[in-house]
Nanobody, 124 residues
Framework: QVQLVESGGGLVQAGGSLRLSCAVS????????MGWFRQAPGKEREFVAA????????SYADSVQGRFTISRNNAKNTVYLQMNSLKPEDTAVYYC?????????????????WGQGTQVTVSS
């Protein structure tokens, strides 16, 4: 049984930082691409960041480029999302997802397992 569990969300003031973690069990992380997505109230789920098997390839949504960093520690079966310079518009539930490919990019269709999400709230 594959499980993805996000943690690290919370309430932070604008300009602050948070680091989200996604712990993966039931599969060897090193064989799967990973992604982060988010969904704000009343909005569609949107892509945030993606990373390939080895971490060599990454991509980001334009809205977070330069502020967020995705990384992974395959030995710990964990993926991270470092979020700096947070803005109120970053407020959302953040989800991690895994894919049985080398790299899945921004399409949610490319991911087969999802976590339950962690709430991030940025106050102005």
């Amino acid at each position: 049984q594959v499980q993805l569990v996000e943690s690290g969300g919370g309430l932070v003031q604008a300009g602050g930082s948070l680091r989200l973690s996604c712990a993966v069990s039931g599969r060897t992380l090193g064989n799967y691409a990973m992604g982060w997505f988010r969904q704000a109230p009343g909005k569609e789920r949107e892509f945030v960041a993606a990373v390939s098997w080895t971490g060599a390839r990454t991509s980001y949504a334009d809205s977070v480029q330069g502020r967020f960093t995705i990384s992974r520690n395959n030995a710990k079966n964990t993926v991270y999302l470092q979020m700096n310079s947070l803005k109120p518009e970053d407020t959302a539930v953040y989800y991690c997802a895994s894919s049985r490919t080398y790299y899945s990019g921004s399409s949610s269709d490319g991911y087969d397992y999802w976590g339950q999400g962690t709430q991030v709230t940025v106050s102005s």
